[in-house]
Structure formats: C-alpha cells, structure tokens
T-cell receptor, first 117, second 114 residues
Framework: AQKVTQAQTEISVVEKEDVTLDCVYE???????LFWYKQPPSGELVFLIR??????QNEISGRYSWNFQKSTSSFNFTITASQVVDSAVYFC??????????????FGKGTLLTVNP | DGGITQSPKYLFRKEGQNVTLSCEQN?????MYWYRQDPGQGLRLIYY???????QKGDIAEGYSVSREKKESFPLTVTSAQKNPTAFYLC?????????????FGSGTQLSVL
C-alpha cells in the first residue's frame, strides 16, 4: 500500500529564513509520480511541482527547490528566504500510474507553514 | 479565466437533511473529483468521474452521492446517511484521469452540522 508521511505538522519561521518541508513516501511500484500542492488560507490547493520516479534531478523555481532522493524515498521542499505570503498548508502527494485509469493518488496530512514578519 | 467554481462557500446541514454541493469547471477537463478534508488530515477521495455519465467510488463514498450529466458539472450530495459530514469539501478536475496529471482545485465548501 502506498503512503505519504509529512512528519512536520506545523512549522513557524521568521521572514527571510530558509525552511525545508519533509516528505517521505512508501510504494511498491517502480513507476510513480510525486507532487507538492500549496493550500493558502483561501482554501484551494495550488499545484507546485510534479516529479516522476525516473527523474531524480533536483529542481529550482525561484525561491522554491525540491530534493528528490529515491534511496531514502524522500521528496523534500525548501523555500529560501521565506516570505509572509508563503504561509499556507503544503501537501505532498504520491500517485502510482499503472496505465489506464487504475491509479491512486495519496496525500500526506500536510504541513502548516507560518511565516512571521 | 478558466477555473473551478464551488458553491456555496459555507453550508449548514440540519439533522436528517440532504444537501448538495455544486462544482462547475470551464477548463474542458474530462475528469472531476471530490475530496474531503478534515482538520490536520490529508485529502480523502470521495468520488471521481472520468467522463460524462460515469463515476466511481473513492475511499470514503458511503453517505455521499454524485452525478455527472454534463462535462462541466459534478455535484456532490451529502445524504442523511453520512453521520459525520462536518468537513471541508474540495472539488478538482484534470484533463484525463491519469496518475501523472496535476489536479486543479476549487476554493472549497465548508459544511457544518446545525
């Protein structure tokens, strides 16, 4: 069975600090996809990144970066120089693609990030 | 602008009452989904639909019903059989229903029991 663990329930930082959100996953499949979504106070989840299991390159997008390590089954998310607008709940999710429509998307429980001015 | 519209934003249910949550999308997406979010919990899939006039149960379908008569619309009914309906409900869509597809979400409906 697949599982996503976000061990950090809440994180509080001061603006301009760097912060890393942890995500550890479990799956028996060799082909899978990992996602990060952001849920601001408005409620809707916003897609941030997708990574497939065959692409272990780290990615940087502005102040955001992602570190995918298959050896440790982790897909961590780092925000550099955090800003108040980064305050949100962040979800990590895992999808196993078995072809057709036979897949399951599993979300972690989320990490509430509060960035204080 | 394309997107997903959920209404109402807040909804209150009386004991024994059925209530319907609306979800409309103009993204021309084939697949639509309903998720339930409880405080401090991840999202759990209630129902999903890959095409019009077809839908499948998710992990927690008991006490809920859906319809998909139009591509743009996927309403969710919370029936009286759902004994613990208080939660935040999120509707989502994607192009096809595939594991690599990212989801687009609405802004949610908070359902509470009076």
């Amino acid at each position: 069975a697949q599982k996503v663990t976000q061990a950090q329930t809440e994180i509080s930082v001061v603006e301009k600090e760097d912060v890393t959100l942890d995500c550890v996953y479990e799956t028996r499949d060799t082909t899978y996809y990992l996602f990060w979504y952001k849920q601001p106070p408005s409620g809707e989840l916003v897609f941030l990144i997708r990574r497939n299991s065959f692409d272990e390159q780290n990615e940087i997008s502005g102040r955001y970066s992602w570190n995918f390590q298959k050896s440790t089954s982790s897909f961590n998310f780092t925000i550099t120089a955090s800003q108040v607008v980064d305050s949100a709940v962040y979800f990590c999710a895992l999808s196993e693609d078995r072809g057709g429509s036979n897949y399951k998307l599993t979300f972690g429980k989320g990490t509430l990030l509060t960035v204080n001015p | 602008d394309g997107g997903i519209t959920q209404s109402p934003k807040y909804l209150f249910r009386k004991e024994g009452q059925n209530v319907t949550l609306s979800c409309e999308q103009n993204l021309n997406h084939d697949a639509m989904y309903w998720y339930r979010q409880d405080p401090g919990q991840g999202l759990r899939l209630i129902y999903y639909s890959q095409i019009v006039n077809d839908f499948q149960k998710g992990d927690i379908a008991e006490g809920y019903s859906v319809s998909r008569e139009k591509k743009e619309s996927f309403p969710l009914t919370v029936t009286s059989a759902q004994k613990n309906p208080t939660a935040f409900y999120l509707c989502a869509s994607s192009r096809p229903d595939r594991g690599y597809e990212k989801l687009f979400f609405g802004s949610g409906t908070q359902l509470s029991v009076l």
